[in-house]
T-cell receptor
Framework: LAKTTQPISMDSYEGQEVNITCSHNNIATNDYITWYQQFPSQGPRFIIQGYKTKVTNEVASLFIPADRKSSTLSLPRVSLSDTAVYYC????????????WGAGTKLIIKP | DSGVTQTPKHLITATGQRVTLRCSPRSGDLSVYWYQQSLDQGLQFLIQ???????AKGNILERFSAQQFPDLHSELNLSSLELGDSALYFC????????????????FGPGTRLTVT
């Protein structure tokens, strides 16, 4: 199965840009890379998704290099409310339907 | 509100017992996923159903089973419960019209908190 690796935790300060990288090998060539945000005792919530290069929406950017062996979630000008766990999600090369979730990165934003 | 509903919200039961968790997907979504999240742990994918059929299996124990009914709601059955089964159980749904399924956003329910004593 494909494997993903994310930092366990990160700290930053309000107003800073935060980048969280997920390494993923053996992902399916036609699969998308997705990031979710989770607050305590709530279900994860979709943040952004991409296939290659760069994608930007109103809350984040996602950078995916040409080899697609990693992806970087970029949160501009974070606030205290961005304190959460962030997960990357990819698909496995060997199956059209096997989802591989990262272990999650706990992001703590300080004032 | 994601549009995915889960019942019950909380469940307390004893070891050795059996429980059923219920999930209703968003209107129009054909896929249902079940996840287990133990305290301060990541998401563990258990199983996925698509339009009534099992599509993918993750780290689901043999004591656990699930099904998706014709009206697309799903139930997760947990039997011979152990203390270690205490966790938040999430259901998610997505459209999943065509592969790859990673193309489609998953919408998560609020979860069922199971406590086994």
């Amino acid at each position: 199965l494909a494997k993903t690796t994310q930092p366990i935790s990160m700290d930053s300060y309000e107003g800073q840009e935060v980048n969280i990288t997920c390494s993923h090998n053996n992902i399916a060539t036609n699969d998308y890379i997705t990031w979710y945000q989770q607050f305590p005792s709530q279900g994860p919530r979709f943040i952004i998704q991409g296939y290659k290069t760069k994608v930007t929406n109103e809350v984040a950017s996602l950078f995916i290099p040409a080899d697609r062996k990693s992806s970087t979630l970029s949160l501009p000008r974070v606030s205290l409310s961005d304190t959460a766990v962030y997960y990357c999600l990819v698909g496995d090369r060997g199956s059209n339907y096997q989802l591989i979730w990262g272990a999650g990165t706990k992001l703590i934003i300080k004032p | 509100d994601s549009g995915v509903t889960q019942t019950p919200k909380h469940l307390i039961t004893a070891t050795g017992q059996r429980v059923t968790l219920r999930c209703s997907p968003r209107s129009g979504d054909l896929s249902v996923y079940w996840y287990q999240q133990s305290l301060d742990q990541g998401l563990q994918f258990l199983i996925q159903y698509y339009n009534g059929e099992e599509r993918a299996k993750g780290n689901i124990l043999e004591r656990f089973s699930a099904q998706q009914f014709p009206d697309l709601h799903s139930e997760l059955n947990l039997s011979s419960l152990e203390l270690g089964d205490s966790a938040l159980y999430f259901c998610a749904s997505s459209v999943d019209l065509l592969a790859p399924i990673t193309r489609y956003e998953q919408y998560f329910g609020p979860g069922t908190r199971l406590t086994v004593t």
